[in-house]
C-alpha cells in the first residue's frame, strides 16, 4: 500500500508542476493578445476605408488602367499566402487555417498551379509534408509584429501579380473574432476589386469589408453617391501606381495582425483549458491518495487488532 501511495505523490507532484507552467503560459499569452487586440482595432478602421476604395475603384474604372486591377478569364497560376504560427500549443489553431488551405489548394483544382508564401513554421512544414510549391518561407513575424516586417512580403506579392506570373492571390489566415472565438478564412487578395468578394479582411468581427449587395444597396438608398465617376490628377494611372501597391501591403499586415491577436487567444485559451484539466486531476489524484491512504490505515488497524488477539489466546 505504501508503494502505491507513493507512485499517486509522485503523479501529483508531476500535475502540480505541469499546473504551474501552463498557468504562467496562459498569463504570457494573455499579455501578448491583449497587445496584439490593441494593434488589430487600431488598425482595422484605416484597413476599412482603404478596401473600401479599392471596392469602389475596381467596380468604376477601367481594369486595364493598373496591372492589379487585371481580370483573368483563364486561372493557371495561383499564390497563395499562408499565415500561421511557428509555434504550437495554441490549440486548434493551426489545425483550423492549414485545413483551409489545404481546401483552397483543392478547389483551384488540378490544372492549376498554387504556389504558396508561408508566414509561421507550422504552416510550411504542413505544406512541405503534401509536397506543396514553397517560394518563400518566414518566420518570427507573428510573435511581435511590425508593419517592416510585413512589406517585403506585400511588395513580393504586389510584383510577381505585376508581372504577371499570377493570375490570383489568395491569403489564408485567421480572422479574430473575440478572446474564445476565432475563424479561418480564405480572402482573395487580388485582383482588387473583385464583385465576387463576399467576405473580406476583418468582416467577421468588424465589418471591415462590406459584400457587394450591401454596397449597391447603401449605394442606391444614398442617391447614387458610391456610382459617380472619380477624377485623378494628374492622372489615373499615376494615383493608382502610387495607391494600389500601398493599400495591398496595408491589407498584407493586416492580416497578420488578425492572425497574430488570434493565435495569442487561442493559446491563452487552451493554456487555460489544460490549466482546469490538471486542477481536476489534481483534485482525483488528491481523492485516490486519501482512499488509499486510509485503506492502509484500516488494514493496520485490522493488522494490530489480529495479531493482540492470536497473542490473548
Not at 509522485?10 to 499579455?31: C, D, G, P, Y
Not at 487600431?42 to 469602389?56: D, G, N
Not at 485545413?99 to 504552416?123: F, N
Amino acid at each position: 500500500m505504501a508503494v502505491q501511495t507513493r507512485s499517486i505523490k509522485r503523479r501529483l507532484k508531476s500535475v502540480t508542476n505541469t499546473r504551474k507552467i501552463t498557468k504562467a503560459m496562459e498569463l504570457v499569452a494573455a499579455s501578448k493578445m491583449r497587445k496584439a487586440v490593441g494593434a488589430v482595432l487600431m488598425s482595422r478602421p484605416y484597413a476599412k476605408l482603404a478596401w473600401e476604395a479599392v471596392l469602389a475603384i475596381g467596380l468604376k474604372e477601367d481594369t486595364t488602367l493598373h496591372p492589379l486591377l487585371r481580370q483573368s478569364d483563364h486561372i493557371t497560376n495561383v499564390l497563395m499566402l499562408l499565415v500561421s504560427s511557428d509555434r504550437g500549443l495554441a490549440g486548434g489553431y493551426n489545425t483550423n487555417v492549414i485545413k483551409t488551405a489545404l481546401q483552397e489548394i483543392k478547389r483551384c483544382g488540378k490544372d492549376v498551379r498554387v504556389d504558396s508564401v508561408c508566414i509561421g513554421k507550422r504552416g510550411a512544414d504542413a505544406l512541405r509534408r503534401i509536397g506543396g510549391n514553397i517560394l518563400a518561407s518566414f518566420t518570427e513575424i507573428t510573435n511581435h509584429t511590425k508593419f517592416d516586417e510585413v512589406l517585403p512580403i506585400g511588395s513580393m506579392v504586389v510584383e510577381e501579380f505585376s508581372k504577371g506570373s499570377y493570375d490570383r492571390v489568395v491569403v489564408v489566415y485567421t480572422d479574430f473574432v473575440s478572446a474564445v472565438s476565432q475563424r479561418p478564412v480564405a480572402l482573395e487578395l487580388l485582383p482588387l476589386g473583385r464583385p465576387e468578394d463576399v467576405e473580406g479582411l476583418g468582416e467577421i468581427s468588424g465589418s471591415v469589408i462590406p459584400n457587394q449587395a450591401t454596397s449597391s444597396v447603401n449605394a442606391s438608398e444614398s442617391g447614387g453617391s458610391h456610382t459617380s465617376d472619380f477624377t485623378f490628377e494628374p492622372s489615373a494611372r499615376d494615383v493608382l501606381d502610387r495607391i494600389l501597391p500601398r493599400l495591398v501591403e496595408t491589407m498584407v499586415y493586416q492580416a497578420v495582425l488578425e492572425a497574430a491577436a488570434s493565435e495569442h487567444s487561442s493559446r491563452m485559451m487552451a493554456m487555460r483549458n489544460a490549466s482546469d484539466s490538471a486542477s481536476d486531476m489534481i483534485d482525483d489524484l488528491t481523492f485516490t491518495f486519501n482512499q488509499a491512504r486510509q485503506a492502509g490505515i484500516t488494514q493496520e488497524i485490522a493488522e494490530i487488532s489480529s495479531g493482540k488477539a492470536a497473542l490473548e489466546k
